[in-house]
């Protein structure tokens, strides 16, 4: 009877609290190691696990909640002091600022030095544990109002090896123009701009467009971030507004659209003035 009552008593928790709840001194005890000021992403359910996350391309599930994604690129202090071209990095964020993937590029110093912003490259994109989730790959491509043929393009793995949509540039001699592209290279969605994209004193939007421009559904947008930031780093950051409900594939898409953008009109440094 002893060991029953004893079995019983530890089963119940402490006083007050209901069985099997865990003691409030020992979480606090627990959790006053956890480093404050530390945003990172929330802790997802197991893919599959919910209804609208079946058959998502794994470490996409998040971006199924996303209506806002954050786009920071990092500032190269290297390439700041030598007025040079360094790969490029990313942090891609939600709109609480939490960090969910990353971006990182890869190209050789030759393309960078010698074909600037028009050079060939891959960027691959990594969640927080450091699975690659998104490959993202930029072919030597003209930028030209001129030249209304072999313009920017970029093509759009996820996971890497399954190509889920492209990026292309349109021709038009008046507005910077996109088109999102599925696997198969049909259009879905416009991206047009504006005619200035300098932004000197104030954010760029790209708006996103159904296919025949005639509904906004959402914009790409590079904020401003100050005159000295724009003229003397080559520090940008963008914000992607899109639906929630959107396709991840087409917010995979997006996210690489940012990036061609980036690359495009905003890409500069000490050596270009």
């Given amino acids: 009877m002893a060991s029953k009552d004893t079995q019983n008593h530890k089963s119940r928790g402490p006083p007050g609290l209901l069985p099997g709840t865990p003691d409030p001194e020992q979480s606090l005890h627990i959790s006053s190691f956890i480093p404050k000021n530390q945003l990172w992403q929330p802790d997802l359910p197991p893919p599959g696990s919910l209804p609208s996350t079946v058959n998502l391309p794994p470490g996409l599930e998040y971006l199924s909640q996303l209506d ?22 990313y942090e891609i964020k939600n709109s609480l600022g939490q960090r969910i993937y990353f971006a990182v590029e890869e190209s050789i110093c ?17 969640d927080n544990s450091g699975r690659e989730v998104i490959t993202v790959n930029r072919p030597l491509r003209c930028n030209s109002c001129w030249c209304p043929c072999y313009l920017q393009e970029l093509e759009i793995e996820a996971p890497p090896g399954t190509v889920v949509g492209y990026v292309a540039q349109k021709w038009d001699p008046f507005l910077p123009k996109f088109a999102i592209q599925n696997a198969n290279k049909e259009d879905i ?5 504006p005619f200035a994209t300098c932004g000197c004193f104030g954010d760029v939007d ?36 899109v639906p929630a409900d959107l396709d991840v594939t087409v917010k995979a898409a997006m996210i690489g659209a940012c990036f061609l953008l980036d690359f495009t009109f905003f890409e500069h440094s000490l050596a270009g003035l």
């Avoid at 954050?70 to 490029?88: F, R, Y």
């Avoid at 030095?113 to 060939?120: G, H, I, N």
Wanted: charge should be positive; aromatic fraction near 10%.
């Fill in 68 to 89: 806002l994604i954050i786009i920071h690129q990092q500032v190269e202090l290297l390439g700041m002091i030598l007025g040079t071209e360094t790969s490029n990095k």
């Fill in 110 to 126: 030759f393309n960078r030095t010698f074909c600037s912003t028009l050079r060939s490259c891959t960027l691959r994109i990594t």
């Fill in 189 to 193: 969605l416009k991206i047009v701009g």
């Fill in 206 to 241: 790209f708006e996103v467009k159904t296919i025949n421009e005639k509904l906004t559904i959402g914009k790409i947008s590079k904020y401003w971030s100050g005159f000295v930031n724009n003229v003397f780093t080559n520090a940008d950051n963008f914000g992607i507004h």
